[in-house]
């Protein structure tokens, strides 16, 4: 009955959870007087006892687990609550979620606070929780639960020999990339919608739009290194919506009224402010004069804010929408090379609704190997939460160094989802460098602040 049981486990592919705790004899049994960890967790979990066992005595009673309907695996702690979880078993306590430990915070008789582990998933899974009392290698497992481990972060796409520059999510949740073969070759808009594999929308032209956003309508809006903004279509990835003779452009925003921002990072150092003049027709551009290259550009609460750089150097400044298309003068909101000097850049940012402002992460010597030293990364999104304390996002998620990865593009989805395009670098034979990108989606647990062109 057991090894069919078993079975039907890694059928399903349920991951089983199980907490041992340690008690006196395993204490009295270790030489020093500790309780053997790596010994008891290389026991189990159904090395130690048959869990199917009904004659088991003193069964600890698992109640509630915290929080109940899912867990991010690897970045989210969660609350055990139930009977009989021995708080003398000292730091002979150890949490198994599937063939994985989990990290313990805190334990009393009745509570266990456990860091989940990373586990790498598709989508929702079935999770058996299971309690395990250790005494001298003996067990008693409670009743399961039923829960659910969510990936935190997760690839979406994985289209070969392409290359992405730039991304957007409609109204529908349909997220837009512009593409290309890595060695230059054709341009595509390429579309994937919820569930689906990544499709081609339209082919492009030889340029490359490096920053796309959706407009009204779920129109998809395009700047390039031409004096133009663009518009998508299925028809064409070239329609003319506003032409501007002076200036190439990078980055582009609109605010509540619909008018649409674009930063320039051609030496010119201008920002434009686009008035709407119909749907797809662009009215008089005004313009605001910076001292930086302009490399991203957000509006949020009234007010614009412009990720720049200086001579490698990054910062973010904002400024007020006096009026539309006019702004007032800007003031520094961070300084990211304080942190960081020149050795990381950021790509692209975005705020949330609370104020936090997200950071989409590029390392300077991408290009170069890292030390065979380094083991891990950290991830490439990092935050400034509304006080100015910055911290890097998902800290217990950690990345291979080896792939070096790095954000180019970033957007949110219309609930909690960021996605972004990951840029990495692959070792290739005889230590060569073969660039490769794909599409990463994080959940985040906090709601992007609007995209006008898109909320409205």
């Known amino acids: 009955m057991k090894n069919t049981l078993i079975n039907s486990l890694e059928i399903k592919k349920i991951l089983a959870v199980i907490v041992i705790i340690a008690g006196i004899f395993v204490l009295s049994a270790c030489a020093e007087g500790e309780p053997d960890v790596d010994s008891a967790a290389n026991h189990g979990p159904y090395g130690v006892i048959d869990p199917y066992d009904d004659n088991q005595q003193n069964r600890p009673v698992l109640t509630s687990i915290e929080p109940a309907d899912y867990a991010l695996a690897g970045v989210q702690s969660v609350t055990l609550r139930g009977e009989g979880f021995s708080h003398d078993a000292g730091p002979g306590v150890v949490t198994y979620f599937g063939g994985s430990v989990g990290k313990i915070n805190s334990y009393t008789d009745t509570e266990i606070n456990v860091l989940t582990p990373d586990y790498t998933i598709d989508d929702d899974v079935d999770l058996q929780e299971v309690i395990v009392s250790v005494s001298t290698y003996a067990a008693a497992f409670s009743d399961s639960l039923i829960y659910h481990f969510r990936a935190p972060v997760k690839k979406i796409s994985d289209k070969s020999n392409q290359k992405y520059w730039a991304i957007a999510i409609d109204a529908n949740d349909n997220v837009y990339l512009q593409g290309t073969s890595p060695g230059g070759g054709s341009s595509e808009i390429i579309m994937i919608e919820p569930g689906a594999v990544p499709a081609i929308l339209v082919n492009g032209s030889s340029s490359i739009y490096r920053k796309l956003l959706v407009g009204e309508q779920n129109k998809i809006f395009g ?234």
């Open 223 to 456: 700047v390039r290194r031409q004096r133009a903004i663009f518009y998508i279509d299925e028809s064409s990835s070239g329609n003319v919506y506003k032409k501007i003779d002076d200036g190439s452009f990078s980055a582009m925003d609109f605010d509540k009224d619909l008018t649409l921002y674009v930063g320039s990072d051609d030496g010119l150092n201008r920002i434009w402010g686009v008035l709407r003049e119909s749907e797809l027709v662009g009215g008089t551009a005004i313009e605001n004069i910076l001292e930086e290259s302009v490399v991203c550009l957000r509006v949020f609460n009234d007010r614009l804010y412009a990720g720049v750089d200086t001579d490698s150097l990054y910062r973010v400044i904002s400024a007020p929408i006096i009026a539309p298309g006019t702004l007032g003068t800007f003031e520094e909101y961070y300084d990211f090379s304080t942190d960081f000097g020149d050795t990381v850049a950021f790509a692209d940012i975005n705020f949330t609704t609370d104020g936090t402002l997200f950071l989409g992460l590029t390392h300077r010597a991408r290009d170069a190997e890292y030390p065979k030293e380094y083991k891990t990364a950290p991830f490439p999104i990092a935050i400034l939460t509304p006080d100015k304390k910055f911290e890097q996002f998902y800290p217990t998620i950690e990345t291979n160094p080896k792939y070096q990865p790095n954000v180019a593009a970033m957007h949110w989805n219309t609930t909690e989802d960021l996605y972004y395009v990951r840029e990495y670098n692959k070792a290739g034979e005889n230590t060569d460098v073969v660039k490769e990108w794909d599409i990463v989606k994080v959940v985040t647990g906090k709601q992007t602040a609007p995209y006008y062109g898109r909320d409205l």
